[in-house]
């Protein structure tokens, strides 16, 4: 899934750049984040089942901070 992922922002990054728009890659600050980990911002696998793997609520929080970061 790591390697579907960085393929994917790697793909996002390039439209966005094309566009003049600056990408910001969450994956370095999400690393000791991960599901099972003991302050996880992933959602693990859920139900409903498209809810699986996408940031939870603390994992928004900082993925928009890091946005802020960057405007």
């Given at each position: 899934?790591?390697?579907?992922?960085?393929?994917?922002?790697?793909?996002?990054?390039?439209?966005?750049?094309?566009?003049?728009?600056?990408?910001?890659?969450?994956?370095?600050?999400?690393e000791s984040h991960e599901v099972c980990?003991?302050?996880?911002w992933l959602n693990g696998q859920s139900?409903?089942?498209?809810?699986?793997?996408?940031?939870?609520?603390?994992?928004?929080?900082e993925f928009t901070k890091l946005v802020?970061?960057?405007?």
């Amino acid at each position: 899934m790591n390697e579907s992922a960085e393929k994917l922002d790697s793909v996002v990054k390039g439209r966005a750049e094309a566009m003049k728009f600056k990408f910001v890659n969450p994956t370095s600050p999400f690393e000791s984040h991960e599901v099972c980990s003991s302050s996880e911002w992933l959602n693990g696998q859920s139900n409903p089942l498209e809810e699986s793997y996408h940031p939870n609520v603390q994992g928004q929080e900082e993925f928009t901070k890091l946005v802020e970061g960057a405007i």
